[in-house]
């Protein structure tokens, strides 16, 4: 789960991405600053995140494809990056 975490500490905006790339996970720690946060897998291994984002107010709904392309919502806000990209 630290990977999902992380993942969406980057999505909404908690976590900068340096200009290498390279993100560090995020603590068990500072997971508490993202809020409430549902996991589901598909069978084709997608990942869907929904939550809250407590720092920010906002609602989020991402997908991680299996290949590392992370793409959805925050508040009314589009993201999409590959993990791989970052981390």
Do not use: C
């Amino acid at each position: 789960m630290t990977m999902t975490t992380t993942i969406v500490a980057v999505a909404i905006g908690l976590v900068p991405v340096p200009s290498n790339g390279q993100v560090a996970a995020i603590s068990a720690a500072d997971a508490h600053m993202i809020g409430r946060l549902t996991q589901k897998v598909d069978r084709e291994g997608n990942i869907y995140l929904t939550g809250f984002a407590r720092q920010t107010g906002k609602n989020f709904e991402l997908t991680i494809e299996p290949d590392g392309d992370v793409r959805g919502f925050v508040g009314d806000l589009e993201v999409s990056f590959n993990a791989r990209d970052v981390g």
